[in-house]
């Protein structure tokens, strides 16, 4: 009798076991499609990056080419052929193609520098990874530069980078800097800005990330103009130090890039919106600082920077 009682609790207890076994099991892998701008190395290290960290599956790889009509046919194919769960955009032109087309399923960037005039307003279930280096560290490594440099000079395009000056403003009130910027519409505009800034008394000058300002002609006259006037430039690549910018801060790996657009992606199809999850800056940079062009401004570049940086050009 109670060996009849245990198998007939065993046997209406099964169902439960079941259900619990099946909730237990993790959800299987969604579908990723990436839509990749071109087929150049740093995009195929982001998506190197992306792939090994990604915690699901990628159904599918378009290449754009760097042809908007292009990405357009590939997402196209996406809908109907994958109809992927979340879509990987490498690169600028594939952001751009999916910011136009506005898909019905998440989107996650990488490698994109100022994403937001890529995206515009009320794109709300588009984030990713991009390529800009947080205002912070540089704002920081101008403070470490001495107390003679606190009042720093911008060129800036609002409809470019805008929203990253207001940034940059906010951090460099933390570091005790004051940010003199000035508006410009068009590379056209830019040298008498510079010139406007350097009358008003700066002490440093910062190039942003601004295609605006990053015109061969203007990039040489802020140099000609850092070298006149004694006047340190902060640049955003190693090149530009190589030029004649006393320090450079610029993003290190593609490949991390790529693995924190998996890492939002991963949040994603688990279960978070996009619009939850703010676009990340890199967290690995590159220091470059040019001492043979600080000798010529007469400053000494200190050691808490040099100590740091990743190539020292002497």
Same mark, same amino acid.
């Given at each position: 009798?109670?060996?009849?009682?245990?198998?007939?609790?065993?046997?209406?207890?099964?169902?439960?076991?079941?259900?619990?076994?099946?909730?237990?099991?993790?959800?299987?892998?969604?579908?990723?499609?990436?839509?990749m701008?071109?087929?150049?190395d740093?995009?195929?290290?982001?998506?190197?990056?992306?792939?090994?960290?990604?915690?699901?599956?990628?159904?599918?790889?378009?290449?754009?080419?760097?042809?908007?009509?292009?990405?357009?046919?590939?997402l196209?194919?996406?809908?109907?052929?994958?109809?992927?769960?979340?879509?990987?955009a490498?690169?600028?032109?594939?952001?751009?193609?999916?910011?136009?087309?506005?898909?019905?399923?998440?989107?996650?960037?990488?490698?994109?520098l100022?994403?937001?005039?890529?995206?515009?307003?009320?794109?709300?279930?588009?984030?990713?990874?991009?390529?800009?280096?947080?205002v912070?560290?540089?704002?920081?490594?101008?403070?470490?530069?001495?107390?003679?440099?606190?009042?720093?000079g911008?060129?800036?395009?609002?409809?470019k980078?805008?929203?990253?000056?207001?940034?940059? /403003? $906010?951090? *460099?009130?933390e @570091?005790? &800097? %004051?940010?003199?910027?000035?508006?410009? #519409?068009?590379?056209? /505009? $830019?040298? *008498?800005?510079? @010139?406007? &800034? %350097?009358?008003?008394?700066?002490?440093? #000058?910062?190039?942003?990330p601004?295609?605006?300002i990053?015109a061969?002609?203007?990039?040489?006259?802020?140099?000609? #103009?850092?070298?006149?006037?004694?006047?340190?430039?902060?640049?955003?690549?190693?090149?530009?130090?190589q030029?004649?910018?006393?320090?450079?801060?610029?993003?290190?790996?593609?490949?991390?890039i790529?693995r924190?657009?998996?890492?939002?992606?991963?949040?994603?199809?688990?279960?978070?919106?996009a619009?939850?999850?703010?676009?990340?800056?890199?967290?690995?940079?590159?220091?470059?600082?040019?001492?043979k062009?600080?000798?010529?401004?007469?400053?000494?570049?200190p050691?808490?920077?040099?100590?740091?940086?990743?190539?020292?050009i002497?």
């Amino acid at each position: 009798m109670h060996m009849r009682r245990a198998l007939w609790s065993l046997v209406a207890c099964l169902p439960l076991l079941v259900a619990g076994s099946q909730t237990a099991n993790p959800a299987a892998p969604a579908n990723v499609a990436v839509l990749m701008s071109a087929n150049v190395d740093a995009y195929r290290d982001a998506l190197k990056g992306f792939r090994d960290s990604l915690r699901h599956r990628i159904a599918a790889e378009y290449d754009m080419g760097g042809d908007l009509k292009a990405g357009r046919k590939g997402l196209a194919q996406m809908r109907t052929k994958v109809k992927p769960d979340l879509i990987l955009a490498v690169g600028v032109w594939a952001l751009q193609v999916l910011a136009e087309e506005s898909p019905d399923v998440p989107v996650v960037y990488a490698m994109v520098l100022n994403p937001p005039s890529v995206i515009g307003d009320g794109k709300r279930n588009i984030t990713g990874a991009s390529m800009n280096v947080p205002v912070k560290s540089t704002m920081e490594l101008v403070r470490k530069l001495g107390p003679q440099f606190r009042r720093v000079g911008v060129v800036f395009n609002p409809a470019k980078t805008g929203y990253l000056i207001r940034r940059a /403003e $906010a951090a *460099a009130r933390e @570091e005790g &800097l %004051q940010l003199f910027a000035r508006e410009i #519409l068009s590379p056209r /505009e $830019a040298i *008498a800005a510079v @010139e406007s &800034l %350097q009358e008003s008394g700066i002490d440093a #000058l910062w190039i942003p990330p601004d295609e605006t300002i990053l015109a061969p002609e203007v990039v040489q006259h802020i140099l000609l #103009l850092s070298y006149a006037k004694k006047l340190p430039v902060i640049g955003l690549s190693e090149r530009q130090a190589q030029l004649g910018a006393i320090l450079s801060v610029q993003f290190a790996s593609s490949e991390d890039i790529g693995r924190q657009a998996a890492e939002l992606a991963n949040s994603i199809l688990d279960g978070r919106a996009a619009s939850d999850l703010p676009y990340t800056s890199v967290r690995q940079v590159n220091v470059t600082v040019n001492l043979k062009a600080a000798q010529k401004l007469g400053l000494v570049v200190p050691q808490s920077i040099v100590g740091v940086a990743n190539t020292v050009i002497q």
